[in-house]
Each structure stands twice: as structure tokens, then as C-alpha cells.
Antibody, heavy 122, light 110 residues
């Protein structure tokens, strides 16, 4: 059974840091791109970042560029999101999701975790 | 990063069909076929229902279909059922390989 389990969320003060983890099981982790996507309370989905299969060429949304870092450990079947200089507007449920991409196509984010809540507040 | 525009809400009665639009520009929706659609019932994680404009993952009913014309992608749900009530989001890869989501559409089954 495919599973993605996020952890590491919580309450943090503005300017603080958190590291989210997403541990996966039930599939060949090293064959999939991994995304972080967030959803502020009552709002829509916002893509945050993605990393390709070997951890190279991470891509970020403009709103988090320079503050967040995505990485992965294929030996531990885990993807991470290091979040620094957090702001109130970063408050959201953060989801990790997997996506299979070949050189010519991507198949959509077909499995998502349950999400972890990050609250940035003093 | 550009925006993908969806109607905030749509509604339909059981058995009817509804279509949700996702409008971009000639440089995103109009240029790329990596359009996906996600369904998110209240309090749950999103679920992929369409990828690459019109393909369905296994297990997704064929009542869900996707298409694209010009700068607008569309999701059509036919034979509407009560369980289809959810938020729906389109997404697209841009030329920079960043991912964009539309603002979401709330589907109400009357």
C-alpha cells in the first residue's frame, strides 16, 4: 500500500524555522518526483516546491524562494522541506505528494499525504 | 508566476452534467498539455482525477473527463452524484517547470 506520512509541523514564531519530513512506503521512492503543496485555512492549493528523482534541480514558488529548501534521502525514503524565515502567510497545511515523470510526460500527483499543519504566530 | 482562473463555484442537480473551466494564457495552458485536475472533498487530501489534459488514473470513473481548447482547459462531470460535491483544482506545469494551481471551484450538488 502506498503511504506518505508528513511530520514536523507545529507552532513557530515569525522568523523561525521548521523542517518538515515526508516518509513514504509502498513504492519505489527513487523513481518519483516529490512535491510540497500547501493550503492555508479555508483557501486553495498552492504549490511550494518539487524535487526530481535524484535531488537535483529543485524548483520553488517565488513566494518561498530563498527561504525554503527541499531535499530528499532516497536511502531513507524521505523528502524534506526546510523552512526558514517563516512568516504569518506561511501558515497552512503542508502536503507532500508524489508524481511520476518521464522525459516527455508527467502523470500528475497521484498520491498525497494527510498533511501537517504549520502555524506561524507570535 | 501567472495565474490559472477557475470559477469560484458551480452547481448542478443529480444526473446532470457540469463543466469547470481553467483559463490561462497562450504561454501556459495554450502551450502545454501537462494539465491535471484534482478533487478535494471537505477535510480530505486532494485526489488526482485527470492528468495530461484528458487521461484518467485507474479507478476514476469515466464520468470525469478533461479537455482543452486554446487557453482554457475544462473538466466535465457527467451523471452528477452527491458524492461529487467537493472542491476541484486544475494544475499546470509552466515553461520554468514550476507548478501552478488554479484558485479552485466549489461544486455543489443540489
Amino acid at each position: 500500500e502506498v503511504q506518505l506520512v508528513e511530520s514536523g509541523g507545529g507552532l513557530v514564531q515569525p522568523g523561525g524555522s521548521l523542517r518538515l519530513s515526508c516518509a513514504v512506503s509502498g513504492f519505489s521512492f527513487s523513481g518519483y518526483w516529490m512535491h510540497w503543496i500547501r493550503q492555508a485555512p479555508g483557501k486553495g492549493l498552492v504549490w511550494v516546491s518539487r524535487v526530481n528523482v535524484d535531488g537535483s534541480n529543485p524548483i520553488y514558488a517565488d513566494s518561498v524562494k530563498g527561504r525554503f529548501t527541499i531535499s530528499r534521502d532516497n536511502a531513507k525514503n524521505t523528502v524534506y522541506l526546510q523552512m526558514n524565515s517563516l512568516r504569518a502567510e506561511d501558515t497552512a497545511v503542508y502536503y507532500c505528494a508524489r508524481e511520476y515523470c518521464s522525459p516527455t510526460s508527467c502523470k500528475g500527483a497521484d498520491y498525497w499525504g494527510q498533511g501537517t499543519l504549520v502555524t506561524v504566530s507570535s | 508566476q501567472s495565474a490559472l482562473t477557475q470559477p469560484p463555484s458551480v452547481s448542478g442537480s443529480p444526473g446532470q452534467s457540469v463543466t469547470i473551466s481553467c483559463t490561462g494564457t497562450s504561454t501556459d495552458v495554450g502551450s502545454y498539455n501537462r494539465v491535471s485536475w484534482y478533487q478535494q472533498p471537505p477535510g480530505t487530501a486532494p485526489k488526482l482525477i485527470i492528468f495530461e489534459v484528458s487521461d484518467r488514473p485507474s479507478g476514476v470513473p469515466d464520468r470525469f473527463s478533461g479537455s482543452k481548447s486554446g487557453n482554457t482547459a475544462s473538466l466535465t462531470i457527467s451523471g452528477l452524484q452527491a458524492e461529487d460535491e467537493a472542491d476541484y483544482y486544475c494544475s499546470l506545469y509552466t515553461s520554468s517547470t514550476a507548478l501552478l494551481f488554479g484558485g479552485g471551484t466549489k461544486l455543489t450538488v443540489l
